[in-house]
């Protein structure tokens, strides 16, 4: 079946730093999806992309959507504590994301540098 | 309410109980979606109703797990005769079109 392998498992962020995180699939995917979940929470959609090669952001956080369909990335500028938690990405084949069929990552865990 | 409601938050079963699961959709959305998410897992997708179309049960592991849903309301997600393996947090989701709205998922434990 169609996996996502999603980069890296876990990381630590001292206030101020770049994060960086990214998933890559093993077919091609037609929409993007970046999701962060808080402890006790369901995932918060954070960014959607629909085409290849598209670049959104929302706030501090910016999305692309790989040239190859395969990829996407989800970088947070300047971090603040109050980003930790856990990010995922997901991805369909199908257009727009309605379906079922949406396919998760296993996440990233954001958590603050002791 | 204004978003996805579960109940219960959290529970804890005998093994080999059945448990009943709830969702309360946002009111309006046609879509509604039931994930897995085990510890320090990603979600895995279960079941997917759309409106008065037949379920997508693609996703459902084995046959202990059903769902039903009464038109565009309520959905419940029944587990029978519970094993260990099942214990995880179960998530409901909703949506009118392509971005769905996650509930804050029930916490089954399975003893």
């Known amino acids: 079946g169609q996996q996502l392998n999603q980069s890296p498992q876990s990381m630590f962020i001292q206030e101020g730093e770049d994060v960086s995180m990214n998933c890559t699939s093993s077919s091609i995917f037609n929409t993007w999806l970046w999701y962060k979940q808080e402890p006790g929470e369901g995932p918060v959609l954070l960014i959607a992309?629909?085409?290849?090669?598209e670049l959104t952001s929302n706030g501090r956080l910016t999305a692309q959507f790989g040239i190859t369909r395969k990829d996407s990335f989800l970088n947070i500028s300047a971090s603040i504590p109050s980003d930790v938690g856990i990010y995922f990405c997901?991805?369909?084949?199908?257009?727009?994301?309605?379906?079922?069929?949406?396919?998760f990552g296993k996440g990233t865990k954001l958590s603050v540098k002791p | 309410g204004a978003g996805v409601s579960q109940s219960p938050s959290n529970k804890v079963t005998e093994k080999g109980k059945d448990v009943e699961l709830r969702c309360d959709p946002i009111s309006g959305h046609t879509a509604l979606y039931w994930y897995r998410q085990r510890l320090g897992q990603g979600l895995e997708f279960l079941i997917y109703?759309?409106?008065?179309?037949?379920?997508?049960k693609s996703g459902l592991p084995s046959d202990r797990f059903s769902a039903e849903r009464t038109g565009e309301s309520v959905s419940t997600l029944t587990i029978q005769r519970t094993q260990q393996e099942d214990s995880a947090v179960y998530l409901c989701?909703?949506?009118?079109?392509?971005?769905?709205?996650f509930g804050s998922g029930t916490r089954l434990t399975v003893v």
């Open positions: 989701a909703s949506s009118l079109g392509s971005h769905r709205s």
């Open positions: 992309l629909y085409k290849a090669g």
């Open positions: 997901a991805g369909t084949t199908l257009y727009g994301g309605s379906q079922g069929n949406l396919i």
């Open positions: 109703f759309q409106g008065n179309s037949a379920p997508d």
